[in-house]
C-alpha cells in the first residue's frame, strides 16, 4: 500500500483540527450565530471561487456565469428540501434525481458519438443535445412522479433526522450536478467565443437566470419559489461541519486534477491555445471540462448557502453580485488555490462582518466603498493577488526528479547487454 505523504497528513490535520475548534466554540456559544453565519457563507463562497478560479485562473476563460449557476443550485436544492420538510412530498427530489439521470446519460452518450464524427458545427451539436434533453426531461417528470410514493415510503420509514439529512445531502448533489448540465448545455455554443465575447455570454446567462427565478412562480408553476417575493420556509440543514466537508471535497478534487495530465492539459490552454493544439490537445474539450466541473462547484456551493439562512430572493443572484466571486478570485491570485480560500473567508469577515460592526448605524453601506478602495490599494501595490502562485505544500506539485544522462563507462555496458 501507498503511504500517506506528510504534507497530505500535514494538510487533513490541521483542517480537521481548525473545523473541530470552531464547530466547539459553536457548541460552547462562544462564536454568536451571527458569526458562524459568517464563516459558513465564507466557505461557501471559497467553494464558488475555486470553481472560478479553476475557469479562469487556470483554464483562462473568463468567465461571469458563476453567479447563475450558484443560483440554479440554490433554487432547485431548496425546492427538494421544501416540499420534503413542509409537505412530505419526495417528488421534487425524485423528478430531478431522474431528470439529473437521464439527461446526463444523454449528454455522455451523445458526447462520444459526436466525439467519432468530424465537421459537426458546435449550433448543430447544441440543437441534438438540446432536443434530447427537453424529451428526456418530460419523460423524468412522468417517472418522478410515478416513483414519488415508494420513495416516500422509505423516507418515512427511516428516523426524521435520518431521512431529513439524507434529503438534504441529495439535494445539493442534484442541485450541483443539475448546474453542471446547463453549463454543458450553455457551454457548447458559447465556449467557441474569445474570452471577452464569453464574458459578455456568461454575464448574459446570469441576468437570464436571474429574471427566470423572478417570474418562477408564474412562468414555470413553482408557487413555493413565491418569485420576486422570495422563497421562505427552506430547512436551515447547513451545518459548520457539512459546509466543510464539502469544502474539503472540493479541495481535493481541485488539487488531484490540477496535478494530473488534465491538470497540465488545462493549464497548457491557458498559457497558449495555439501551441496546445500544435501539440495534439483538444482545446473544445478541456475547455467544456473545465468550465462544467467549475459550474458544479457552484451548484454544490449553491446548494449549500440555500440551507444556511432559509431565505432565498432573486435579487441575491443579481449580475452585480455576480462579480464577487471574480473579486475573491483576483484578490486572491489567479491560478492559488490557497488564495481563493483564504480570500473567500477574508472577504465575507471584512465586508459582512468587520465593516458592518465598526461602521456607525445607518452607514453600513459604506463598506461597499471601503472595500474596493482596499482592492485598488492591494491591485496597486501586489498586481498578482495577494498570494500570487503560492500554495501551501500539500497543494504545491512536486515535480518528479530528472533522470540523470547515461555516463560513458554505462553507455558500453548498455551495448554489451544488448
Not at 145 to 173: E, R
Not at 333 to 338: A, F, I, K, R
Amino acid at each position: 500500500m501507498k503511504r500517506i505523504s506528510r504534507t497530505t497528513l500535514i494538510f487533513l490535520g490541521s483542517i480537521v483540527a481548525f473545523t473541530l475548534v470552531v464547530q466547539v466554540l459553536i457548541s460552547l456559544d462562544v462564536l454568536s450565530p451571527f458569526w458562524n453565519t459568517i464563516l459558513r457563507q465564507g466557505a461557501v463562497m471559497a467553494i464558488v471561487g475555486l470553481g472560478l478560479n479553476l475557469i479562469y485562473g487556470f483554464n483562462g476563460q473568463f468567465s461571469l456565469g458563476q453567479w447563475g449557476f450558484y443560483a440554479i443550485g440554490a433554487y432547485s436544492a431548496a425546492d427538494i428540501t421544501y416540499r420534503w420538510t413542509n409537505d412530505a412530498n419526495s417528488n421534487g427530489l425524485t423528478v430531478l434525481f431522474f431528470t439529473i439521470l437521464l439527461v446526463g446519460a444523454s449528454i455522455l452518450i451523445l458526447y462520444r458519438v459526436f466525439g467519432k464524427i468530424r465537421g459537426v458545427d458546435p449550433l448543430s451539436a447544441f440543437a441534438i443535445y438540446l432536443i434530447a434533453a427537453v424529451g428526456l426531461t418530460a419523460l423524468a417528470v412522468s417517472i418522478g412522479n410515478l416513483t414519488a410514493p415508494a420513495v416516500n415510503g422509505i423516507l418515512k420509514a427511516l428516523p426524521a433526522n435520518i431521512a431529513n439529512t439524507l434529503v438534504y445531502l441529495l439535494a445539493v448533489i442534484i442541485g450541483g450536478v443539475l448546474a453542471a448540465e446547463v453549463s454543458f448545455l450553455f457551454g457548447l455554443p458559447v465556449l467557441t467565443l474569445g474570452s471577452d465575447y464569453f464574458g459578455i455570454a456568461t454575464l448574459g446567462f446570469t441576468i437570464i437566470v436571474k429574471v427566470l427565478l423572478d417570474n418562477s412562480d408564474v412562468m414555470f408553476g413553482f408557487v413555493e419559489m413565491k418569485g420576486a417575493r422570495g422563497m421562505i420556509g427552506i430547512p436551515k440543514l447547513t451545518s459548520w461541519i457539512w459546509v466543510m466537508l464539502f469544502l474539503i471535497l472540493v479541495i481535493v478534487i481541485t488539487r488531484n486534477l490540477l496535478h494530473s495530465s488534465y491538470g497540465r492539459a488545462i493549464i497548457s490552454v491557458r498559457e497558449d491555445e495555439i501551441a496546445a493544439k500544435a501539440m495534439g490537445i483538444d482545446i473544445g474539450h478541456y475547455k467544456t471540462l473545465t468550465f462544467v466541473l467549475g459550474c458544479l462547484f457552484a451548484g454544490l456551493a449553491g446548494g449549500l448557502y440555500a440551507h444556511i439562512n432559509g431565505f432565498l430572493h432573486p435579487d441575491t443572484f443579481n449580475f452585480i453580485k455576480s462579480f464577487d466571486p471574480m473579486i475573491i478570485v483576483v484578490f486572491g491570485g489567479l491560478g492559488s488555490v490557497t488564495g481563493t480560500v483564504f480570500a473567500a473567508f477574508a472577504w465575507q469577515l471584512v465586508l459582512e462582518g468587520i465593516l458592518r460592526s465598526i461602521l456607525p448605524p445607518g452607514f453600513e453601506t459604506w463598506r461597499y466603498v471601503v472595500y474596493p478602495l482596499l482592492l485598488l490599494v492591494m491591485m496597486l501595490l501586489k498586481p498578482n493577488g495577494l498570494f500570487g502562485n503560492y500554495e501551501i505544500p500539500y497543494l504545491r506539485q512536486v515535480l518528479p526528479p530528472l533522470k540523470k544522462p547515461a555516463t560513458e563507462t554505462q553507455i558500453p555496458a548498455a551495448k554489451e547487454s544488448l
